[in-house]
Structures are given as C-alpha cells and as structure tokens.
C-alpha cells in the first residue's frame, strides 16, 4: 500500500511541475504574441503611409464607406 501512495505522489508531482511550466510557456507565448500584433500593426500603418506618400489614394481597407 505505501509503493502505491508513494508512486501516486510521485506522479502528482510530476504532474505539478507539468503544470507549472506550461503555465510559464503559455505565459512567455502571450507577451510574443501582443508583441508580434503591435508591430503588425505598425508596420500596416507604415505601408498604408507609404502607399499614400508615393501618390496613391487612401488604402481601401482605411477608406470610409460611401454611405457614411
């Protein structure tokens, strides 16, 4: 009966530590994550500026509406 609580705690252990660095993965991942989308953003805005400074018309997708 001991082997197996102690198997068991083992386990949970390791299970524990599991956990633990998945979290801190996950974690890591979020901020890349906001931090990628920033600078996809930025550099939308960047070509968005460039495509209208070299006499090009307001990019489509920043255009209004006509309706509006």
Same mark, same amino acid.
């Given at each position: $009966? =001991?082997? &197996? $609580?102690? &198997?068991? /705690?083992? /386990?949970?252990?390791?299970?524990? !530590? +599991?956990? *633990? /660095?998945?979290?801190?993965?996950? @974690? !890591? =991942? +979020?901020? *890349?994550?906001? &931090?990628?989308? !920033?600078?996809?953003?930025?550099? $939308? *805005? &960047?070509?968005? /500026? !460039? *495509?209208?400074?070299?006499?090009? =018309?307001?990019?489509? @997708?920043? =255009?209004?509406?006509?309706?509006?």
């Amino acid at each position: $009966m =001991q082997d &197996r $609580m102690d &198997r068991a /705690e083992e /386990e949970l252990a390791h299970l524990v !530590r +599991t956990v *633990e /660095e998945l979290s801190d993965i996950v @974690a !890591r =991942q +979020t901020l *890349e994550i906001e &931090r990628l989308g !920033r600078k996809v953003g930025l550099l $939308m *805005e &960047r070509e968005a /500026e !460039r *495509e209208y400074s070299s006499g090009g =018309q307001i990019p489509l @997708a920043d =255009q209004k509406p006509p309706h509006w």
